[in-house]
C-alpha cells in the first residue's frame, strides 16, 4: 500500500458508495463531504480564554531589589557639619606690604570659633572641607576662610587624620596662607564623632602672620550620595 503523503486525501469510493447517483455529480459531493470530514477531524488550537494574541508573551520578571544600605564608621559618602573650638597662640606683625617695614607687632593667646562643612570623597573616607573662623579674645579679633582636604587614616571608631588647607585671612590683616594638622577622631556613631587638633599655620600679605592651635570638635553626618 501507499503511504498517504497529504493529513486528508478524498475517498471518492467512499463517497460514491454513501450518495444516490442523480443528486449532485459525484466528484464534487465526493470533495465537499471530504473537506467538512478533514475540518471536523482536524487538531484544534484553541487560546486560554482572554488570550488573543497569536502567541502568549510571559510577563517580563520583576526588577530585582535594591541591597539594603549599612552605614559604617567610614565617611565615604557622607555631608557633615563642623563645628570646633581652638585656643591659638599668634605672632602678628603688621605693614603697608610683605616686604615693607613693620608697624605694629601682636603677640598672644586667643580663643577661635570654626563652624564649616565637609564633604566625603573617594571610598577612604577623606574629606573636602570649608570653615569659616572667627578669632576673639586674643591680641586682635579676625575672621579667616579655610578650605581644604583631610585624609583618615583608620577604619575603626578612633582615627587618626592629616589635613591641609589654605587660608585666606580677612583681619587682622588682609593675607593669604596655608595650615597643616593633624588629629585624632572618635566616631562613636555613623553620623556623629568627636575630633581633637593640633595645627600650625602662616600668612602673608599686608604683613605677617604665625600661629599654633589646638582644639576640639564635633562633627555631625549626614549620607547622601
Request: with cysteine; proline share 9%.
Given at each position: 500500500?501507499?503511504p498517504?503523503?497529504a493529513?486528508?486525501?478524498?475517498?471518492?469510493?467512499?463517497?460514491?458508495?454513501?450518495?444516490?447517483?442523480?443528486?449532485?455529480?459525484?466528484?464534487?459531493f465526493?470533495?465537499?463531504?471530504?473537506?467538512?470530514?478533514c475540518?471536523?477531524?482536524?487538531?484544534?488550537?484553541?487560546?486560554?480564554?482572554g488570550?488573543?494574541s497569536?502567541?502568549?508573551?510571559?510577563?517580563a520578571?520583576?526588577?530585582?531589589?535594591?541591597?539594603?544600605?549599612?552605614?559604617?564608621?567610614?565617611?565615604?559618602?557622607s555631608?557633615?557639619?563642623i563645628?570646633?573650638v581652638?585656643?591659638?597662640?599668634?605672632?602678628?606683625?603688621?605693614?603697608?606690604?610683605?616686604?615693607?617695614?613693620?608697624?605694629?607687632?601682636?603677640?598672644?593667646m586667643?580663643?577661635?570659633?570654626?563652624?564649616?562643612?565637609?564633604?566625603?570623597?573617594?571610598?577612604?573616607?577623606a574629606?573636602?572641607?570649608?570653615?569659616?573662623?572667627?578669632?576673639?579674645?586674643?591680641?586682635?579679633?579676625?575672621?579667616?576662610?579655610?578650605?581644604?582636604f583631610?585624609?583618615?587614616?583608620?577604619?575603626?571608631?578612633?582615627?587618626?587624620y592629616?589635613?591641609?588647607e589654605?587660608?585666606?585671612?580677612?583681619?587682622?590683616?588682609?593675607?593669604?596662607?596655608?595650615?597643616?594638622?593633624?588629629?585624632?577622631?572618635?566616631?562613636f556613631?555613623?553620623?556623629?564623632g568627636?575630633?581633637?587638633?593640633?595645627?600650625?599655620?602662616?600668612?602673608?600679605?599686608?604683613g605677617?602672620?604665625?600661629?599654633?592651635?589646638?582644639?576640639?570638635?564635633?562633627?555631625?553626618?549626614?549620607?547622601?550620595?
Amino acid at each position: 500500500m501507499r503511504p498517504l503523503t497529504a493529513p486528508c486525501r478524498p475517498n471518492r469510493l467512499f463517497a460514491r458508495r454513501l450518495i444516490p447517483h442523480g443528486l449532485v455529480p459525484n466528484g464534487l459531493f465526493a470533495l465537499c463531504l471530504v473537506a467538512a470530514l478533514c475540518a471536523l477531524t482536524a487538531p484544534a488550537h484553541a487560546h486560554p480564554p482572554g488570550d488573543t494574541s497569536p502567541q502568549a508573551v510571559p510577563p517580563a520578571p520583576p526588577p530585582p531589589a535594591q541591597p539594603p544600605r549599612y552605614f559604617t564608621l567610614e565617611h565615604a559618602g557622607s555631608l557633615g557639619l563642623i563645628v570646633g573650638v581652638f585656643g591659638n597662640y599668634e605672632s602678628i606683625e603688621r605693614a603697608d606690604c610683605l616686604t615693607c617695614e613693620t608697624t605694629e607687632v601682636l603677640t598672644g593667646m586667643g580663643a577661635a570659633l570654626d563652624i564649616g562643612a565637609s564633604l566625603g570623597v573617594g571610598w577612604e573616607g577623606a574629606e573636602l572641607t570649608l570653615r569659616l573662623r572667627l578669632t576673639r579674645l586674643g591680641p586682635a579679633s579676625g575672621e579667616a576662610i579655610l578650605a581644604g582636604f583631610r585624609s583618615y587614616f583608620g577604619r575603626d571608631e578612633w582615627k587618626t587624620y592629616a589635613s591641609f588647607e589654605l587660608a585666606g585671612h580677612i583681619r587682622p590683616i588682609a593675607a593669604g596662607g596655608a595650615r597643616a594638622g593633624f588629629g585624632v577622631a572618635w566616631d562613636f556613631s555613623p553620623i556623629f564623632g568627636l575630633w581633637a587638633e593640633a595645627a600650625a599655620a602662616f600668612a602673608f600679605g599686608k604683613g605677617r602672620l604665625f600661629g599654633a592651635q589646638v582644639g576640639l570638635g564635633l562633627q555631625a553626618r549626614t549620607y547622601l550620595f
